[in-house]
């Protein structure tokens, strides 16, 4: 994939290229194309392509002016449900198989017969929907943290067949949901339905579809006794769960699971980006009070850090955590007692970008500017499409005195994130200074 910009001569400048590495999606309704770096890191690239309209249009959280560009990092919350659990690093990525609704196959694959894997339609009705929900379980994709794992607990360590509640605790914005329909709503907005919520906990994701063709079966009739429902080939769905276009993907139309009498809804024509930063509340299962006002955290202030510890005396070697807290320690001016975290969080993952970017700014303003450097150095290696890192590179140069490395690297960095303005004002002010 290849992105450039025009000069005033229409000649292309910025010119940025990136491997296709792979596609994300079936192609029922779109498939997303990723790069996978030297080093190892997934980005979704910006463009998508969309059956619906047979083209290329921008991929889901793209479609604004202030887009990543090339850089978007895919998270390993973003893989649990597009990809199988990983057998190895990054490139034994593959597609979802039998494992995430049958758990462990080692047994059954070494004696393949009944009571050698788990069937999940013997599972308990909230164990069955629990496992169609561990992938199309979504409240809200922007503004809040919408689920965080319970402590102890890996990306990939769910399994079927146990609560997912206790995997994960979900979170909803306060205010009124159901006016909202995005693009992984599909048991959100089943639970909002009367129909669910009348069945005594026996409905689920299977009353409807075939688990292994995902075809919709016609099971309305089983709980409806009108006269239209009676007529051959009814296709209850399509008038009430009507296909419409989610606020945060316009370029499909899905299934909207909220089952109505008389659905009424517009469709939006361009992407929403306007974040939640309201409340947050549980969803779907209980939250212990930390974690629930970790979610609520908005802004940065003494009772986050005081947070930020009492979630390190309960997971003392989460390495999210330790970077957060280091980072807000620093940007707070209190850049001599984040060091201690950061450090430790870069002792569990050496390749941290964000740790690694942080304790060297952190070092850089106690006058260590060698040793920034050396950091800075082992993050541009882990991740070079990092812009932030190249612009912390010029900054520390700069204050070396080595201006014509400052220069290359603020170039670098505008050459990655063209939009990068921070980067273009402190470059423009090297070069003020004449030729280095």
């Known amino acids: 994939m290849r992105r450039h910009q025009l000069d005033a001569q229409s000649r292309e400048i ?4 990136k491997p296709i590495s792979f596609g994300i999606g079936s192609g029922n309704h779109a498939v997303t194309l990723v790069n996978r770096t030297p080093r190892g890191l997934l980005i979704e690239l910006p463009v998508s392509w969309y059956r619906q309209s047979g083209a290329y249009a921008m991929s889901p959280g793209y479609d604004s002016p202030d887009h990543f560009d090339m850089r978007r990092e895919i998270s390993s919350a973003c893989l649990f449900c597009h990809a199988a659990y990983p057998k190895g690093g990054p490139e034994s990525i593959s597609s979802i198989d039998c494992e995430r609704c049958h758990g462990d196959t080692k047994a059954h694959l070494a004696s393949p017969r009944r009571g050698t894997i ?4 013997r599972l308990a009705p909230e164990r069955q929907l629990d ?3 561990q992938c199309h379980l979504q409240t809200v994709s922007r503004g809040i943290s919408d689920a965080i794992r319970r402590p102890g607990r890996g990306p990939f360590s769910f399994r079927p067949g146990e609560a997912l509640s206790a995997f994960k605790m979900f979170f909803d914005r306060a205010d009124a949901p159901e006016p909202r329909f995005e693009v992984n709503h599909a048991g959100y907005r089943l639970m909002q339905s009367k129909c669910f919520q009348s069945s005594g906990g026996k409905m689920t994701c299977t009353t409807c579809h075939d688990a292994h063709s995902f075809q919709a079966r016609a099971a309305c ?11 051959a080939n009814t296709d209850c769905a399509g008038c009430h769960m009507a296909k419409r276009r989610p606020t945060d993907a316009i370029h499909v139309t899905m299934t909207d699971h909220w089952i109505q009498r008389r659905p009424v809804f517009e469709n939006p024509v361009k992407e929403s980006h306007d974040p939640y930063t309201g409340r947050v509340v549980p969803y779907y299962g209980d939250a212990d009070p930390l974690s629930l006002a970790i979610a609520n955290i908005r802004g940065l202030t003494e009772e986050v850090l005081d947070l930020y510890r009492a979630q390190l005396r309960r997971e003392p070697n989460d390495v999210p955590t330790l970077a957060a807290f280091g980072n807000a320690l620093f940007r707070l001016g209190r850049g001599s007692e984040a060091i201690p975290f950061l450090e430790k969080a870069l002792r569990l993952d050496p390749n941290h970008v964000g740790a690694l970017n942080t304790l060297a700014v952190a070092r850089a303003t106690t006058g260590l500017r060698r040793e920034a450097i050396a950091l800075l150095d082992r993050a541009r290696f882990m991740n070079p499409d990092h812009s932030l890192t190249w612009v912390n590179l010029g900054v520390t140069h700069n204050a070396m005195g080595e201006r014509a490395k400052a220069i290359a690297a603020f170039r670098e960095a505008i050459r990655l994130q063209p939009d990068f303005a921070e980067a273009r004002a402190k470059l423009a002010a090297v070069l003020a200074q004449g030729a280095p």
């Open 14 to 17: 910025q010119i940025l290229e």
């Open 221 to 231: 009739q089983g709980c409806h006794d009108s006269a239209h429902s009676k007529v």
């Open 131 to 133: 496992v169609c929900l």
């Open 118 to 121: 788990l069937n999940p339609a």
